[in-house]
Every structure is written in structure tokens, then in C-alpha cells.
């Protein structure tokens, strides 16, 4: 099961649209009459934030009836998430559960695609998405990329050792750093060890320096397909990542170029799903 968001986000989501309680409704005179709210599909959707759009709506003082998990495949027209309450909770919680689940399933189903064409390309490929997500909303970003079948290439600069072109610059250069490897690895035995390369002869210098992981940016994949096979030619033990510029379009033909990790943040960025959400009185 996929982790959820804790309730101070939640909180602060309903507080974002909700300052001072819904104006319109309390105009009307509505408030307290008893409805329902069901969520459904308009296309094809893994879903994501499923959990925490029905806690915003039991924090707006609504129960749930049906509610399916994040991670779940749906057709078209599915109901996935039923609410009942008074008219007062079920407007509250609305448009920020329909934001979350559009957004976040978006992102989940975009990931889902991506991975199915990166595996059926080469089934013992892993995909791995950046921290490239808008400022704010990571927490959102990783749960969806998860629900779709990815995984985080690093949650932040704290737990990896990735090293790029803009630290080397204060080594003296790539072989400079190369030559310490071994020192690196015994200040951080636990670590892996990830260098990224321009090109393919960088490349095949960083897999020889005995690091974990050689992250190859936008290499086309016709070179990238050489350039594995020169690699593991090498016999070394090290795994061959592939980033830069990689999307739904060309991802199976980077994953059949037989790298072992694809790296990407095409996934945040692209419409949201198309939910409906129809709301409904309800006889008392």
C-alpha cells in the first residue's frame, strides 16, 4: 500500500480553498440538506490520492461509501470514490479532492503508460523519475509516480551520491575525481556511487573507475545502444542509466537500447485525468 499524505497537508489543502467557509452556499440556504458526490472516470485512469480526497471530504464532515486505493487501473466510467454528507461538507471538500485526484492520477497514469512500454521493451528495465516536480508539491508527485510503477531517482540531495559535471568543476576535472573514487567509496561504504557523462567516451571512462552507476544524458539511443554494449564489454559490475529528454514518445526505443535504468521528468508535466464528479441531493 502506498503511503499517505498526513493530515497537516490535508489541512492545508482545505484551508487553500476554504478560508472563511463557502459564501455561496451559506447564501442559499442549503447547507444542511443530505446529498451525494461520486467520483467516476472519463478515460482510461491509474489512480492516485484516492485516500487523501476522501479524507478532505470526511475532514468537510462527509463519509465514504466506496473508495478504491491509489495504484488502481480503471475503465472508463468507473465509480471509484462515493461520498454522502450535507451539501455544506460535500461543496467544502469538492473541487480539492477533484484537484488532487486529477492532478496526482494524472501523473500516475502518464508513469503507468510509460512503464508498460519501457517493459515490453526490455522487462528488466526500472523507471525512475527526477526531483524536477514543482516546489511544493513533491510529496503529491512521488505517491503518483509510485501508483504508476515508477520510482523516485532520488528524493533529494541528502541520501545520493550523484555527482555531475558542476561538482566536478571544483576536482579539476572528471579524471581528476576519478582518480579519488575508491576514497569516496570509503567515506560512504553505504552508498552507491552515480556519475553522470556528456558523452560516450566520459562514459566509458566513468564505468571503468569502478562507480555503481554511469547516468548517460541525452544520448540518442542508436549511440546509447553501442555505448552498452562497450560497457559491458568492460566486465565491470556497473549499471547503465539513460536521461535527458526522455518521454511516453521514445522511451520503449531508450529501454531496447538495453540500459538498465531509465530516468525521466517527462511524468510531471502534461494534462490532468479527466474525472467527473456529480453531486446529488439525497432524500433525508
Given at each position: 500500500?502506498l503511503?499517505?499524505l498526513p493530515?497537516?497537508?490535508?489541512?492545508?489543502?482545505i484551508?487553500?480553498d476554504?478560508?472563511?467557509?463557502?459564501?455561496?452556499t451559506?447564501?442559499?440556504?442549503?447547507g444542511?440538506q443530505?446529498?451525494t458526490?461520486a467520483?467516476?472516470?472519463?478515460?482510461?485512469?491509474?489512480?492516485?490520492c484516492?485516500?487523501?480526497?476522501?479524507?478532505?471530504?470526511?475532514k468537510?464532515?462527509?463519509?465514504?461509501?466506496?473508495l478504491?486505493p491509489s495504484?488502481?487501473?480503471?475503465a472508463p466510467g468507473?465509480v471509484?470514490l462515493?461520498?454522502?454528507g450535507t451539501a455544506?461538507g460535500?461543496?467544502?471538500?469538492?473541487?480539492?479532492?477533484?484537484?488532487l485526484?486529477?492532478?496526482?492520477s494524472?501523473?500516475?497514469?502518464r508513469?503507468?503508460?510509460?512503464?508498460?512500454a519501457?517493459?515490453?521493451?526490455n522487462?528488466?528495465?526500472?523507471v525512475?523519475?527526477?526531483r524536477?516536480s514543482?516546489?511544493?508539491?513533491?510529496?503529491?508527485a512521488?505517491?503518483a509516480?509510485?501508483?504508476?510503477?515508477?520510482?523516485?531517482h532520488?528524493l533529494?540531495l541528502?541520501e545520493?551520491v550523484l555527482?555531475?559535471?558542476q561538482?566536478?568543476?571544483?576536482?579539476?576535472?572528471l579524471d581528476?575525481?576519478?582518480e579519488?573514487?575508491?576514497?569516496?567509496?570509503?567515506k560512504a561504504?553505504e552508498?552507491?556511487i552515480?556519475v553522470?557523462?556528456?558523452?560516450?567516451?566520459?562514459?566509458?571512462?566513468?564505468?571503468?573507475a569502478g562507480v555503481?552507476?554511469v547516468?548517460?544524458?541525452?544520448?540518442?539511443?542508436?549511440?546509447?545502444?553501442?555505448?552498452t554494449a562497450d560497457?559491458?564489454?568492460?566486465?565491470?559490475?556497473?549499471k547503465i542509466?539513460a536521461?535527458g529528454?526522455?518521454?511516453?514518445g521514445n522511451v520503449a526505443?531508450?529501454a531496447?537500447s538495453?540500459?538498465d535504468i531509465?530516468?525521466?521528468?517527462?511524468?510531471?508535466f502534461?494534462?490532468?485525468?479527466?474525472?467527473?464528479?456529480r453531486?446529488s441531493?439525497?432524500?433525508?
Open positions: 500500500m503511503a499517505c493530515d497537516i497537508e490535508i489541512e492545508r489543502f484551508d487553500e476554504l478560508p472563511y467557509g463557502d459564501l455561496t451559506h447564501l442559499l440556504g442549503i444542511n443530505p446529498g458526490i467520483f467516476s472516470t472519463r478515460e482510461a485512469t491509474t489512480l492516485c484516492c485516500e487523501e480526497a476522501a479524507r478532505v471530504l470526511e468537510c464532515g462527509c463519509r465514504i461509501s466506496i478504491e495504484g488502481t487501473h480503471c468507473t471509484f462515493s461520498v454522502e455544506q460535500l461543496h467544502a471538500g469538492w473541487k480539492v479532492a477533484l484537484n485526484l486529477e492532478y496526482a494524472g501523473i500516475a497514469s508513469t503507468a503508460r510509460i512503464v508498460r519501457a517493459k515490453e521493451a522487462p528488466g528495465i526500472v525512475v523519475t527526477t524536477k514543482f516546489p511544493g508539491t513533491k510529496k503529491v512521488i505517491k509516480i509510485m501508483a504508476g510503477g515508477a520510482l523516485p532520488r533529494g541528502s545520493t555527482v555531475f559535471k561538482h566536478t568543476a571544483f576536482l579539476g576535472g581528476a575525481f576519478l579519488g573514487v575508491a576514497d569516496l567509496r570509503a561504504p552508498n552507491r552515480i553522470e557523462a556528456d558523452n560516450a567516451a566520459e562514459a566509458l571512462r566513468i564505468a571503468g555503481d552507476v547516468q548517460v544524458d541525452k544520448l540518442p539511443p542508436p549511440e546509447l545502444r553501442q555505448l560497457i559491458r564489454a568492460l566486465g565491470r559490475p556497473v542509466s536521461a529528454g526522455i518521454n511516453e526505443e531508450y531496447a538495453g540500459v531509465i530516468v525521466l521528468s517527462s511524468v510531471y502534461g494534462r490532468p485525468a479527466d474525472i467527473g464528479a453531486i441531493p439525497r432524500s433525508p
